[in-house]
Nanobody
Framework: QVQLVESGGGLVQAGGSLRLSCAVS????????MGWFRQAPGKGREFVAG????????SYADSVKGRFTISKDNNENTVYLQMNSLKPEDTAIYYC??????????????????WGQGTQVTVSS
């Protein structure tokens, strides 16, 4: 069982920045993919960004492209989500996730997905 612990959420004004971190309890294979999902009040959980442990480039939802950047530190087993130019519509609980898959593209979570506890991001207008 992989344990994921998020940190870095908070309250920020529109146009501001936040950096989320996700610490993974143990090293996973390079074929695993790490990612971030979010869930706003009254809405379903949606994909935000993802990256393979063995990769260098991330995949992004259209709504965050150009504003969010996913990165990782393999030595520290940590994944980051740098969020810039935040908008009120980015307000949500952000969840870190991982599963054995070859790509973050078209990622639909399932029984094999491990989740963190979530961290709240609130963007005020």
């Amino acid at each position: 069982q992989v344990q994921l612990v998020e940190s870095g959420g908070g309250l920020v004004q529109a146009g501001g920045s936040l950096r989320l971190s996700c610490a993974v309890s143990r090293r996973t294979f390079g074929t695993w993919t790490m990612g971030w999902f979010r869930q706003a009040p009254g809405k379903g959980r949606e994909f935000v960004a993802g990256i393979r442990w063995s990769g260098s480039s991330g995949s992004y939802a259209d709504s965050v492209k150009g504003r969010f950047t996913i990165s990782k530190d393999n030595n520290e087993n940590t994944v980051y989500l740098q969020m810039n130019s935040l908008k009120p519509e980015d307000t949500a609980i952000y969840y870190c996730a991982t599963e054995p898959r070859l790509s973050a593209t078209n990622w639909i979570p399932g029984p094999g997905t491990s989740w963190g506890q979530g961290t709240q991001v609130t963007v005020s207008s």
